[in-house]
């Protein structure tokens, strides 16, 4: 370590002070015993020093290896062994910052020269006198001054360098001269960057130019500025720190500014958000308490004073047991030892009650939470009295609606569905899970056209109520009819959603299908009967005259006796006709050969005959089928003869009845299964429309082609086979 002349002047100016502190050690070495001794003892009695000599260099080596603390060597040069020099720069080897002073006895410039070059603090030469051991007393605190202030000086750099906090020092005109690297961690710019800037370089413009120019006035005026302030880091980033600036001064003059800056913007983040919960808890709508581990209450928010019917002040300090009418105290001991750090526990329904004994349903979230080693019970505590009335109301409904005899879908304000009731899996055969998330166009049926929907959704998207008929498809592809409304679901005004009942009537659209084919049939039995019965009576009537007036009226009667015979056979094929016209429900199995049987006997088949290829169980109404073939039988008879030829057969799907006849012509093919059409002056017209209607009554098709040998052959498909 060197020492400067400057330091060595001022170290002395601070030598009359110390000289007397008593906490010097010296190591003296001098190959003269006596001599050692007599310095050692004046160094000791006059100036306080510690003295330890030694008169060899190696032993003085050691002695510095093994002594607590050696502050200053005094050597001399001229020794046996190792010389002075050679022991200075051992010295200096080990102990690069120990104060050395070179007392030479036999020395010279070049000596002194070559002492300095090698470290020395300093060169004396001995010499007789008090005053020589004086200078040399000054000489020893001088350089141990200076060491220790340098010790001083490097520690607080180290601190400096090393501080938590940034701190900068600039000249007088706020020029950068230093900055340590927590400065440089703090801001994002780097030393470099920061040396020869100005503070300016961190404005974050949150602060006015008023602002600075108070802060600069204080500071020029050798004050000291603190504060908190609100500075930018290169990131763009800001952050907020308390500064102090104090001036630096040498003697009268101010050189510049050293500025110590901590960093506060978590703590002023946690102060914020400290403020924020703060409000958040008192302002809250939801009631917020707190109680220690004896049950006792320590903290209300107003919310919950409110719900009580009380103020906090009321409320903290009394017992939860006496707002909590389920608060089991015997338990309470084991309740609170039971909950772990952080635990959360939600419980809904519990009830509360207030002084004047009435109770009211709560949902409390209670979490398990230590401050400052107590631990404390905090819950939120909403009153769920409308929830629970809601909730009620809610199931009622939703049991009627699962309970209704309608389909119930609700959808959101897209289309998607989001409910279903279990009619609605009855009617559309889909189930809740597969219709969830689906759309209603799953039941598309493709028998409405794209402007029937665009009309339904511009009503309902518009907010009014959409009714009408719709055709939709079963998840089995069978179509079915509904009588739907669809009514939009609203929150504050706006729509969210839609709900959607749905009647099935298509039992009531075929009803209505039905009364509208009996209505014609009525009309055409009417005009039926009017037609073919006036025939007979004018008949009667006018044979009934000729009776009168005939003097044989036997052949008038007769006649008379014909259109009365004429006129039952009609009635009973218009009562067979009106019987037909029913739809079979609960059809059975019955052997084909067994009915044809049946309606052969039935019929004046006199030479007729009739073939049965083969049977079949069919799934009939028999008595009903025993009347088809017995017109058809009658039909043969009728347009073949009395000996005509019948044959009945099968077919992939049915059966078939052919005869020998002149056949039936195509263009009367449709006409002839129609009630009331004839060819024959003797038909009523009424037989193929019975067999007509029963097979309609049994779903079956009936078609009307020519016979194997030329005559009619009616196709019966469509039919039942029993298995």
């Known amino acids: 370590m060197t020492t400067s002349t400057s330091q060595i002047d001022w170290a002395e100016q601070e030598v009359d002070t110390t000289l ?37 260099a190696e032993a003085a080596l050691k002695q510095l290896d093994t002594a607590s603390e050696i502050n200053c060597i005094v050597s001399d040069y001229a020794m046996p062994g190792m010389d002075g020099l050679s022991f200075l720069d051992a010295v200096r080897s080990r102990f690069p910052d120990l104060p050395f002073i070179l007392f030479a006895g036999q020395g010279s410039e070049e000596v002194a020269s070559r002492a300095i070059r090698l470290g020395a603090d300093d060169y004396l030469e001995k010499d007789t006198g008090e005053t020589r051991y004086e200078l040399l007393a000054r000489r020893i605190e001088s350089c141990v ?77 050798g004050n000291v500025w603190e504060g908190e302030v609100i500075n930018e880091r290169k990131s763009g980033e800001k952050y907020v720190l308390d500064q102090i600036i104090s001036p630096i001064t040498e003697g009268e003059e101010l050189t510049g500014f050293v500025a110590v800056n901590r960093d506060v913007t ?107 080693n107590d631990k404390y019970h905090v819950g939120t505590i909403q009153d769920i009295t409308d929830r629970k009335k809601r909730e009620r109301e809610l199931t009622m409904f939703r049991e009627a609606v ?34 969830v998330g689906n759309t209603p166009g799953i039941l598309k049926s493709d028998e409405h056209d794209d402007k029937f929907y665009q009309d339904l959704w511009g009503t309902v998207l518009d907010g009014e109520v959409w009714k009408g008929e719709i055709i939709n498809e079963r998840k089995n592809s069978q179509q079915y009819v509904i009588d ?75 006649r008379i006796q014909d259109a009365i015979d004429r006129m039952t056979e009609l009635i009973e094929e218009l009562l067979t006709l009106a019987k037909q016209g029913k739809t079979v429900l609960d059809p059975e199995p019955a052997s084909l050969e067994t009915v044809v049987c049946d309606a052969w006997a039935t019929v004046e088949t006199q030479a007729m005959s009739v073939e049965i290829e083969n049977s079949i169980p069919v799934l009939m109404d028999e008595s009903r089928v025993c009347e088809l073939f017995a017109n058809l039988f009658r039909n043969a008879r009728e347009h073949a003869g009395d000996d005509a030829s019948v044959r009945v057969g099968t077919l992939l799907d049915g059966f078939y009845v052919e005869d020998d006849g002149p ?37 079956w098709n009936v078609e009307i082609t020519d016979g194997s040998e030329g005559g009619a052959r009616f196709e019966f498909h469509g039919v039942k086979i029993a298995q």
Not at 404 to 429: K, R
């Open 663 to 699: 056949g039936i012509p195509p263009d009367n093919r449709d006409q002839v299964l129609k009630s009331g059409f004839t060819t024959s002056k003797e038909g009523t017209g009424f037989g193929l429309g019975i067999v007509s209607q029963i097979a309609e009554a049994h779903d």
């Open 266 to 372: 978590e703590g002023k983040e946690k102060e914020r958000e400290r403020a924020f919960f703060e409000q958040a808890v008192e302002q809250n709508g939801v009631g917020i308490a707190a109680y220690d581990k004896t049950g006792q209450i320590t903290y209300v928010n107003p919310a919950y004073a409110d719900m009580l019917r009380a103020t906090s002040g009321e409320l903290e300090g009394r017992q939860m047991s006496s707002l909590n009418p389920e608060f089991d105290v015997d338990q309470f001991d084991a309740y609170w030892a039971s909950f772990e750090e952080g635990e959360t526990r939600r419980r809904e329904s519990v009830h509360h009650r207030f002084d004047d004994g009435t109770t009211f349903p709560i949902e409390t979230v209670t979490t398990c939470i230590t401050v400052r």
């Open 402 to 435: 699962e309970k209704a005899g309608h389909a119930v879908v609700v959808t959101d304000v897209d289309g998607t569905i989001e409910y279903v009731n279990s009619a609605f899996e009855e009617l559309t055969g889909y189930t809740a899970a597969e219709a």
């Open 20 to 56: 007397t502190s008593g906490n010097t050690t010296v190591l003296f070495v001098d190959d003269d015993s006596d001599f050692a001794s007599l310095v050692a003892e004046y160094l000791k009695s006059e100036y306080g020093f510690e003295v330890q000599a030694e008169t060899d």
């Open 484 to 558: 739907q409304t669809i009514a939009p679901l609203t929150t504050d005004g706006e729509i969210t959603g839609f709900v959607a009942i749905n009647q099935d009537i298509s039992d009531l659209k075929e009803q209505r299908r039905e009364l509208e084919r009996q209505n014609k049939r009525l009309e055409t039995f009417g005009r039926t009967v009017a037609h073919d019965l006036r025939n007979p009576l004018n008949v009667m009537e006018a044979h009934v005259d000729i009776a009168q007036r005939a003097d044989d009226p036997d052949e008038a009667f007769a």
């Open 145 to 221: 001054t200076v060491a220790r202030q340098q010790q001083k000086l490097q520690d607080l750099h180290e601190a400096i360098e090393h501080a938590g906090h940034a701190m900068l020092v600039t000249d007088t005109d706020g020029t950068i001269t230093y900055a340590n690297p927590t400065m440089a961690d703090v801001t994002g710019y780097s030393l470099s960057e920061l040396k020869g800037a100005t503070p300016a370089l961190l404005n974050s413009g949150e602060h006015t130019d008023a602002f600075y120019q108070e802060l600069w006035e204080t500071i020029l005026d």
